[in-house]
């Protein structure tokens, strides 16, 4: 076959609508969220997106000091703003009940809330690691297993904030590695198992963000790292992709290292 033969019948598939695929992204102005560890960090930055995208927010945290100044922070008209220890399966079923009163449904979970502490693993303490699994994976099932029934009524997004921690070890933090780890396996599994009610389940894995993580007081010395803004961004892009494609788990790297 000549090129010009080739180069036609490329042609012909191209107008037949095979190649053609129409872009519709999901509208999601209106949509309910719900952000544990929204009240700092990453959640805050995800929170400011999902305001500024036209979602209703709610975002949670233990300490109603910080939880007080992110609501100043997103604004008083646009967040609730509860208190609640992710550990504690009455508080998520709590926390989703008051959802549910004040704006009538939930449609996008991002269970976030996490804490790290670092040793030697000869080192770490038992409350450091019942910490760590408690919040980081048990307190990511305890989102999901609260909010599942919304997700399933809403065809809703369940995204978790796992970590490259969840993917590479290293020394200190074998009980982070511990919890991150099961957060992607954990995320992966539920995905399989929630598609057929068409929600879709993502995980996210950023390395280095800027934020309150362990007790760091950010700064101008920490410009190099992911941003919570970059994360919100890539949250907003999630929510708008095609009904039929999932993003199920996703690398978050800093473009430039320090
Ligand atoms: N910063 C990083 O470099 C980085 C990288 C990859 C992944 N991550 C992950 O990103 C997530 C957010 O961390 P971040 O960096 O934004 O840290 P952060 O600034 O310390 O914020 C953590 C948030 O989680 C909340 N939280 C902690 N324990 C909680 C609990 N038991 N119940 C409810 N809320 C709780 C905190 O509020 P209260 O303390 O008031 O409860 C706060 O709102 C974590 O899962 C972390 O592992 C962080």
């Not at 975002?59 to 910080?66: K, L």
């Not at 699994?133 to 307190?139: A, E, Q, R, S």
Request: proline content about 2%; glycine content about 10%.
């Amino acid at each position: 076959m000549t090129i010009t033969g080739i180069v036609f019948i490329f042609y012909r598939i191209s107008q037949s609508g095979w190649l053609k695929k129409e872009i519709i992204m999901t509208n999601i102005e209106n949509k309910v969220a719900y952000i544990t560890g929204g009240t700092k960090g990453i959640g805050l930055g995800i929170a400011k997106a999902l305001i500024e995208g036209g979602l209703k927010v709610a975002i949670s945290g233990r300490n109603m000091q910080a939880a007080d100044a992110a609501r100043h922070v997103l604004g008083d008209e646009n967040v609730l703003v509860l208190q609640v220890d992710v550990r504690n399966f009455e508080d998520e079923v709590r926390a989703v009940e008051q959802i549910v009163a004040t704006y009538g449904k939930l449609d996008v979970v991002i269970a976030n809330a996490g804490v790290g502490k670092f040793a030697p693993v000869d080192e770490l303490t038992l409350e450091d690691w019942n910490a760590m699994i408690d919040t980081n994976l048990t307190g990511v099932f305890h989102t999901l297993k609260a909010t599942v029934d919304q997700l399933k009524r809403n065809k809703g997004y369940y995204i978790s904030i796992a970590s490259l921690a969840g993917t590479n070890f290293f020394a200190q933090a074998a009980g982070y590695n511990a919890s991150k780890f099961g957060v992607v396996g954990f995320t992966q599994a539920a995905m399989l198992d929630l598609r057929s009610y068409d929600i879709k389940c993502t995980t996210i894995m950023p390395g280095s963000v800027t934020s309150e993580f362990n007790g760091h007081v950010p700064g101008e010395e920490d410009g190099w790292k992911i941003q919570p803004s970059d994360l919100g961004q890539i949250v907003v892009d999630l929510l708008k992709m095609n009904s039929n494609v999932l993003p199920s788990k996703i690398e978050v790297r800093p473009a430039r290292t320090k």
